[in-house]
């Protein structure tokens, strides 16, 4: 009997041992959700319309696992058809190319109509090799390219011609701003302002250096750092070696082409920032640029300027209102129907004698939206907007050329559209209600009927799904145009007669369908084709709703498993994070961010992303700002309090093993969370973290957490910035914590992760540290090289699984797959987007 005992304690021992053995992270499912392998599985899941000039037909492009479509659509008609037959075009491609193409495998590549719509021209990428044709050196070996055949085919005949002497106008030049009647471009050099004409501009195109250009000097009193052009990004080596190439002016036109408007900064008392470029050729280079940060006294001094082409003159405009003040010019809305022409001019916001501006105080509490008239130089505030907190703005929607105004304000704690006079009177209020009003989509004036995007509005509804609505400029009629619980993308035209929708969930299969203008259906178009990423055992993510930490407010998110989810384990929780307050990384519709979110849930984990109080503008303005004055610790308490709801709701949540991680504001507050909960976050990895918002831009900090304006009895005006700080908190630190950060980031500087090892490291904790080497804010080519860090760093934390060897195999596998050593770098964002870049 005492035998039988104690082998029962060995049986139970062994056990016991076995269930508290290290679980594995599966890496073989994770890796078969790569930024590459995706690029296999999932094709089109919205379309992009290209609307014609002369009707209102449009095109579009649809892949899905059977290839390539070309469809035209006549929403007068109600017809849908192939732009072309796919076989007989692959035919003829063939026969003249002299490579093989079939109806599946057509790499047609800018595709676009041309005048008349009833033809269209394409070009083709062939294995032939030739000599490009701007090379010197003939023989170096990056001489050679693929000889690319152009094509036009007649859409009523069926005819395919190939234009064997077409040279392919090139693309627009970085630095040319080109004036609407398409005679002149502006450009800047040696930190001044110059013209050329159009022929000469057409010689830039093929050879920059060509001698024979002919170009013209505007301006002369352009200096370093209060100069007219623009040269940030570069080491100070590259911009000693291009001083005298042609820069951006970034200027902006009159319709009749007659004056351009510009905004010239004054950065000479601004102070110096630097970043060393260690991977550079040869010595380490140094950046250098200029940075404000916030509470500092030196800022940009910013200047409107209008210049009188044909008299070759310019006046300084007196905008001033505010101390510090920001200006900011608004371009024309563009015309879809312009959307493939070459050489696209830049338009300001006005007619041709008159613009309009805005006029920023420094703490962004008052906000003009004033008229130029350019002429005589007069500047007239139209609609003032004061609020306690930040204010917000939007381009102003012209009626008529400005006889009214249709403004976007969120005065009475939502955001709304309001109707003004031309001298800024106000007539009408547009919209009402508890919801949020986004973006104007289109303006009839004819029928005085406007268009426009809002969320929160129907009942039922995660509110921030988007939808199309119209309504009358009285105020009267309001109409949801594109009904049902989606969130919609929307493409109206430019005659305000039809739009393209696609609508989609996290959880639901992209499907597009025209409208008209009355939100009746026209025609279904599209149904994405997911077939290949569900034969993977992809599962869609599951929305929920909870409450923040005060029990009242509602927030949304969104919850991934693993596609091999098994009910009655348990599994540790990681909270996906970006605090806001412009944005929550918090997905509502149908993407590819499964690169990012959904692949690192495949390891073991379920993973959350959730808002939060003060995170997005997409809410009443009491939401949006409840983190004004508290940018630390604003949405932490929400975090934890929806990840506690979750466990309680679902018995595979262990709330023993909570990991966090986010970028940029998600670094800063992935690492927050460890030191403002230290007993609940129990791991951490933090990339990009400002987690000193005192030396993140003035900007994004003041704007967010409030900076105080100070009046002295002599009437001087100064600004006091004060913000609490993560290395204040890092003795709190217990678990584990990867801190990360690129080396030439100079959005979010370096100095903030080093800072914050610096703090750690005088409190005597244990934590991880990894520099990019090269890479900008979002880590640039190192993106999935980060995400296999992260992944590896919550399976040895969370999971106790430290099997991976040196190598990362998975990376590694992909390579090879390939058959060739790295042709395509991984580049992504903070909030998970990922694509294929050429190197």
Partial sequence: MRKFYLLSLLLLFCLGAQAQSPAKGNYQLASRFSPKKLQKLIFSTTIDPHWLKQSDRFWYEYETSNGKNWYIVDPATKTKKQLFDKDKLASAITMIVQDPFDAQHLPIENLKFLPGEQNIQFEVKSTLDEVKKDRIDKTAPDSLQKKTFYFRYNLVTEQLQELKDYEKPKPKARWASISPDQKTVVFARKHNLYWMDMANYQKALKNEKDTTIVEHQLTKDGVEYYSYGDSRGETNAEREKNKNNRNAARVLWSPDSKYFAFIRTDERKVKDLWVIHNTAKGRPELETYK????????????????????????????????????????????????????????????????????????????????????????????????????????????????????????????????????????????????????????????????????????????PYLLHLYRINFDGSGLTLLNKGNFDNFANLNDGNSYFVNTASRVNTV????????????????????????????????????????????????????????????????????????????????????????????????????????????????????????????????????????????????????????????????????????????????????????????????????????????????????????????????????????????NNVHPANTIRMANALIKANKRFDFMLMPGQRHAFGDMTEYFFWLMGDYFTKHLLGDFSQPVDIQEINREIENGGEKKKGAITGTGTGGGRIAEE
């Avoid at 209008?306 to 003159?313: E, G, H, P, S």
């Avoid at 003004?420 to 209020?429: P, Q, V």
């Avoid at 932490?636 to 986010?662: C, P």
């Avoid at 409030?706 to 002599?714: L, R």
């Fill in 510 to 745: 992209p499907v597009s369908a025209l409208y008209n203008s009355k939100g009746k259906k026209v025609m279904d178009l599209e149904k994405a084709d997911l077939s290949r990423l569900m034969t993977t055992g992809y599962k869609f993510p599951e929305p929920f709703m909870v409450k923040a930490d005060d029990g009242i407010t509602d927030i949304y998110g969104v919850m991934y498993k693993p596609f091999d989810f098994d009910s009655t384990k348990t599994y540790p929780v990681i909270a996906y994070v970006y605090p806001g307050p412009q944005t929550e990384a918090v997905n509502k519709s149908f993407g590819r961010s499964m690169d990012r979110i959904d692949r690192l849930a495949q390891l073991g984990f379920v993973v959350i992303t959730v808002g939060n109080r003060g995170g997005h503008p997409a809410r009443s303005k009491w939401y949006h700002t409840y983190g004004y004055g508290n940018l630390r610790d604003y949405g932490l308490a929400d975090k934890k309090a929806a990840i506690e709801q979750l466990a309680d709701r679902h018995k595979f949540i262990n709330i023993d093993k909570v990991g966090i991680t986010g970028h940029s504001g998600g670094g800063f507050m992935s690492t927050a969370a460890m030191l403002v909960y230290p007993d609940f976050f129990k791991v951490a990895v933090s990339g990009a973290g400002n987690h000193e918002n005192n030396i993140y831009n003035r900007w994004w900090s003041e704007k967010h957490h409030g900076v105080k304006e100070m009046i002295s009895p002599k009437g001087d005006t100064s600004f006091v910035y004060n913000i609490e700080k993560n290395p204040d908190l890092a003795k709190n630190l217990k678990g584990n914590l990867l801190l990360v950060t690129g080396d030439v980031d």
């Fill in 291 to 462: 940075y404000q940060m916030p509470g500092e006294k030196e800022a940009p001094i910013r200047e409107l300027m209008v210049f009188d082409f044909a008299a070759k003159t310019s006046k300084k405009i007196n905008t001033a209102s505010f101390k510090d003040q920001e200006l900011g010019l608004w371009n024309a809305p563009d015309l879809k129907k312009n959307r493939d022409d070459e050489h696209r001019p830049d338009i300001w916001h006005g007619t041709n004698n008159k613009l309009y501006f805005t006029r920023t105080s420094r703490d962004l509490k008052k906000i003009d939206i004033c008229e130029l008239d350019v002429t005589t130089g007069k500047v007239t505030p139209v609609i003032n907007e004061r609020f306690n907190t930040y204010v917000e703005v939007q381009r102003v929607g012209l009626v008529k050329g400005g006889q009214e105004l249709i403004h976007w304000s969120e005065r009475d704690g939502w955001g709304h559209f309001y109707l003004y006079d031309a001298a800024g009177k106000l007539k009408n209020r547009i919209t009402t209600g508890s919801y949020h009003c986004e973006s104007i989509e289109g303006i009839d004036e004819k029928n005085r009927v406007l268009y426009f995007t809002a969320n929160g509005r129907e009942t039922g509804e995660d």
